[in-house]
């Protein structure tokens, strides 16, 4: 029985923040003609070719640069980040070693793959969240932590 | 140069969709992961909103050979679903799940000067180098130039 959280259920600016997203895709597909996935224009930039990197830092740095920009005008959203050090290292060397293997995260197979009907990419993304619902049941339910 | 102002452009937008829409912050991102505990459906919303774009400028992009700027359209062409492709996804999972933070959210939160979103980042680009390793030394190619990687990466 799913019991929804309708204190914290923001519907509205997640769409918008969505359709900014896809906005965000959109342009680079159409301007750069190349797919916005995150892990893939940072794991690019660890073997890199000549005429292949300065677009790469460009994307990175404006997506660095987002809240520092926003940060100037209204205050920043909540960052909330309850996962210790410890966690932290491991979930970011499976994150990295995870989306280089599987060729995508969130962004790349999620928005990007699932948005042009790529069924390597509803393989991946319903790969990864069915493990992320898995790992938050685990560690939430079953070890109670 | 054009390129990089383009990407500037998206990268920045990317940025900010992340923060409008509460992806940015690992503790909603955990709320959805959470179907057992009380459920907060808000990111299903994102990825809804972000697809329904997206599947316009894909349409769009299809018939192009060419992208506005004159780029040649470098869309993926594989359609074969791998072991690769389900194991490298699980993976990923597993590590989202744990700290509620995939890699456009933690570079944001790095942005954001979040200590712990920069150990994340360090992290996950370690197992990236990690993985580039295994990756040169399957191809067989000289495990000695195996640091290669790293230090050209350090040196942009």
Same mark, same amino acid.
């Given at each position: 029985m799913i019991e929804i959280a309708w204190s914290s259920f923001t519907p509205w600016s997640a769409l918008i923040g969505g359709v900014l997203v896809g906005i965000a895709a959109a342009s680079f597909l159409l301007l750069n003609g190349r797919i916005a996935g995150i892990s893939g224009i940072l794991g690019g930039l660890l073997t890199p070719s000549a005429g292949d990197i300065s677009w790469r830092i460009a994307f990175l740095a404006g997506l660095i640069g987002a809240p520092a920009l926003w940060a100037l005008v209204v205050q920043l959203p909540p960052i909330e980040i309850n996962a210790g050090y410890p966690a932290l290292i491991l979930a970011g060397l499976i994150v990295g070693v995870g989306t280089r293997y599987g060729s995508g995260c969130t962004s790349g197979h999620g928005v990007c793959g699932l948005s042009r009907l790529s069924p390597r990419s509803l393989v991946a993304t319903l790969s990864f969240m069915f493990a992320g619902f898995a790992t938050v049941f685990i560690i939430r339910h079953l070890l109670g932590v | 140069m054009k390129s990089a102002i383009a990407a500037l452009f998206s990268g920045l937008l990317f940025g900010f969709g992340l923060l409008v829409s509460g992806m940015a912050n690992p503790e909603k991102v955990l709320g959805f992961l959470d179907?057992?505990?009380?459920?907060? @459906?808000?990111l299903a919303f994102v990825m809804g909103g972000a697809i329904l774009v997206g599947l316009v400028a894909f349409a769009i992009a299809r018939k192009r050979t060419l992208s506005f700027l004159g780029f040649s359209m470098k869309v993926p062409s594989q359609s074969h679903v791998d072991k690769r492709l389900i194991i490298g996804g699980l993976l990923f999972g597993v590590g989202w799940g744990i700290a509620g933070i995939c890699p456009g959210p933690g570079l944001v939160g790095l942005g954001a000067g979040e200590l712990k979103s920069a150990v994340f980042v360090v992290s996950m680009i370690v197992g990236m180098g990690v993985f580039e390793l295994i990756e040169r030394r399957r191809a067989g /190619?000289? @495990? /000695?130039?195996?640091n290669s990687g790293w230090s050209a990466t350090a040196q942009e």
């Open positions: - | 179907i057992a505990g009380l459920w907060d @459906p808000s /190619t000289n @495990p /000695t130039r195996s």
